[in-house]
């Protein structure tokens, strides 16, 4: 009887070990970004608590708000310390020059000892290191993290958060720990009838109302429901208003989601470098996200415009296979050089391999330049979380100064002009007025800058400012960079390195490529339409041999017509059109160029 019972005994001891010991693995599983098969198990096992209530559930009563862009001044540099600590340790050792770096951590003496320990690169100061005790789930602070609006412009900083898209409860919270280790209010869209769910990778701010997102927003906002939840129910319109009413976005620029990438974030294939500059993935022709991506490029680029009405600049950085497992569409992983972070003057990038990397990087350093670029392998042996559908964007936030002072300029273009001076409008803005504003412009940036004072614009409304720079030879560079400073003291350049960094425009003959050749007797044509199939928003680009009325038309297999995508004038030369394949049922589809009821071109597309 008695050793039945210390058997039993035993045994109970041992089954309560075991279990401990299951959770205690779970609770140091680093979970990918989406959520896995055997995440899925421990959480239908547990169950899901989510915090029904957070923050501030109302708008913020405020009239002039402002969503901050990520190039801007930052105080402070977030990081979630749950896996990957030696990649985290570089993004900390690389960000202390430049702001405070704060860490949410459930253990914070293991993680102090860790960045004072000799392990992945050496001891660090951390004399402007931060750290908050926290209950995590996982790493990607990105996606739970609250982003920085200004409630008057550039004033009244407060935080704004959204219901998270993942059940992790732990991570939800953790804007609010924010908010309370910082004093910012957090305003919160987790009640109706302003709930919202959205995630921060899938989210850029121009940091003048105009944001990019990908067609998720609507998926998970459209009233229907997972596994774990049920979403909020809104129209886009509605949703738009959500976004206005917490953050003061006015423009919401939505591209469908991408056939490979299986988290749907927008950061992990393009980044918001400026206000006028987009750097998009690139895939060789037909391979992986490349159409899809494509054709929501040239979707944005007819359909929106920079703030200043201009046609966004765009440029393209090769996204790599990964080594030895190809692309996306072949099993690959989604390796991608635009997950990168702005940190004051440094841009802290994800790399793969040299291959690659030596190409990412001199683009960087090229569109960027002052900007110090600084790599983080992010598919290193034992640090592979590009694996885990993430990089250092991901794995990051921040949260901007209270005291911005904005400066916002349109560089100047490549011109022929040698005869009249070049005029440079600059956009300067802080809290206590602008007390005075200089261009400074050279001809080689490692010579001296020539100073100019700004004068304030015709509108004279303290904001906006205007100088020239004299005419130049033909052959010439000229680089320059706007300065300010506030009647607080607060300075400020644009780019924010300046002088290592700046503006560059070249005078001499602009070269112009011939796109196509022209066959005059073919009044229109198609080039390649893409992508091809098609499931979301297609490109169709027309190339008129001379300005005509034409009617452009879809078809299904039968003949019928499917949808007008164009009638009336086409100009000569390419014009981009578009239709949305995404409700049109699997099959062949024929799309037709039609002049005075004559059909002069045809071109098939097929819908998967």
């Known amino acids: 009887m008695i050793n039945n019972f210390i ?18 693995q779970e609770l140091n599983k680093v979970w990918p970004n989406a959520v896995g098969v055997e995440e899925r198990a421990v959480i239908e096992r547990k169950g899901v608590s989510p915090v029904l209530a957070r923050g501030i559930e109302t708008p913020p009563p405020f009239s002039n708000l402002r969503a901050a862009a990520e190039w801007e001044e930052i105080e402070a540099l977030t990081i979630a310390w749950e896996g990957f600590p030696c990649i985290l340790k570089q993004i900390v050792a690389a960000s202390i020059s430049e702001c405070r770096v704060i860490i949410f951590t459930e253990n914070p003496s293991s993680t102090s000892n860790y960045l004072t320990g ?29 982003n920085t609006v200004y409630g008057s412009w550039n004033d009244d900083r407060i935080l704004v958060d959204w219901m998270y898209n993942r059940p992790r409860p732990d991570d939800d919270v953790v804007s609010d720990a924010l908010g309370t280790h910082l004093g910012i209010d957090v305003y919160s869209t987790t009640a109706e009838p302003y709930d919202l769910m959205n995630t921060g990778g899938n989210y850029m701010s121009d940091g003048f109302g105009t944001a990019f997102e ?9 009233g229907g429901s997972t596994w774990w939840t049920s979403f909020p129910n809104h129209t886009p319109t509605e949703i738009e208003g959500i976004f206005e009413a917490f953050m003061g976005i006015d423009t919401l620029i939505t591209m469908p989601t991408l056939p490979y990438d299986g988290i749907h974030h927008i950061d992990m294939h393009m980044k918001l470098l400026d206000e006028s500059t987009l750097m998009v993935s690139e895939y060789p022709e037909g391979i992986a996200d490349g159409p899809q991506i494509n054709a929501n490029i040239d979707y944005v680029l007819s359909n929106f415009t920079t703030k200043w009405g201009t046609p966004f600049n765009i440029v393209r950085i090769p996204s790599p296979p990964q080594l030895g497992g190809g692309y996306p569409n072949t099993g690959g992983w989604y390796e991608t050089y635009s997950n990168a972070v702005f940190v004051n003057n440094k841009i802290l990038l994800p790399t793969y391999y040299e291959q690659y990397d030596t190409t990412a990087i001199r683009i960087w350093e090229e ?8 790599g983080i392998d992010c598919d290193d042996s034992g640090n592979e979380i590009i694996y885990f559908s993430g990089a250092i964007h991901c794995i990051t936030h921040s949260v901007a100064v209270a005291d911005p002072l904005l400066i916002s300029h349109l560089p100047l273009s ?34 001296p800058w020539t100073e100019v004072t700004m004068v304030e614009s015709t509108e004279l409304n303290g904001e906006d400012f205007t100088a020239e720079i004299p005419a130049m030879p033909e052959g010439t560079d000229v680089f320059y960079y706007v300065s300010g400073e506030a009647y607080s003291g607060k300075t400020g350049s644009r780019p924010m390195p300046a002088p290592l960094g700046w503006w560059k425009f070249h005078v001499g003959e602009i070269a112009t490529d011939d796109i196509f050749e022209m066959d005059p007797i073919v009044a229109g044509k198609f080039a390649e339409i893409y992508p091809n199939p098609a499931s979301a928003i297609t490109c169709v680009p027309v190339i008129m041999s001379e300005s005509r009325e034409v009617i452009v038309i879809l078809r299904d297999a039968l003949g019928r017509t499917v949808e007008v995508i164009h009638e009336g004038l086409l100009p000569s030369g390419e014009t981009k059109l578009f239709f949305n394949a995404a409700s049109l049922p699997s099959g062949a589809y024929l799309i037709n160029i039609e002049v005075n009821n004559v059909n002069v071109a045809g071109k098939k597309v097929m819908v998967p």
Request: hydrophobic share 35%; charged share 20%; aromatic share 10%.
């Open 7 to 24: 058997h039993k005994g035993v045994f109970v001891l041992f089954l309560s070990l075991t279990i401990v010991v299951i959770e205690a």
């Open 118 to 146: 000799n392990s992945c690169g050496g001891a660090l100061n951390l004399d402007n290191v931060e750290f908050v005790e926290q209950d995590l789930n996982t790493i990607w602070i990105r996606d739970y993290g609250a």
């Open 214 to 222: 990908s067609e998720l927003v609507h998926h998970e906002n459209n």
């Open 367 to 374: 569109t960027m330049p002052g900007y110090e670029i600084v």
């Open 414 to 447: 490549d011109t022929e002009n040698t005869t009249e001076a070049y005029v440079v409008d600059a956009y300067l803005s802080h809290r206590s007025g602008i007390s005075n504003a200089k261009l400074y412009y050279t001809t080689e940036p490692t010579e």
